[in-house]
């Protein structure tokens, strides 16, 4: 029983998601937003650099890809850790956060995705 239920967890999952990729975080920058709808408002995220190992889906062209995520406590940020692999289910977002202005689409995950550790044994 708690098989079907991870196993339809994880199809969820994996349907919802854009891209789904294992790779190896090599860098963290942390950016800001400027957001030309609230100019006084500088949000802060996290912007890691990930070398990517496979492709489960989704359409990759590059070894190497930009994943955008909170700095966590309260705006749910997966926190990577440079050096590790993980398994990463993220989307094309259009905007940093839900009011904002609508700008080019970049990969997005959070803590409540699937996105964990390779060796993690809930996959």
Known sequence: MLYLYWRSYIQKEYKRSNVVVTGKVLEKRIITINDSIM??????QAEYTIQITKVYKGIIKESL??????????????EFKIGNEYIIYCSYESKYYEQGETINNFLYTDICRRTRLTNDKRK
């Open 65 to 78: 890809i930009k994943i955008i995520t909170g700095l966590g406590g309260g705006d749910c940020g997966f």
């Open 39 to 44: 100019p006084l408002i500088k949000i802060q």
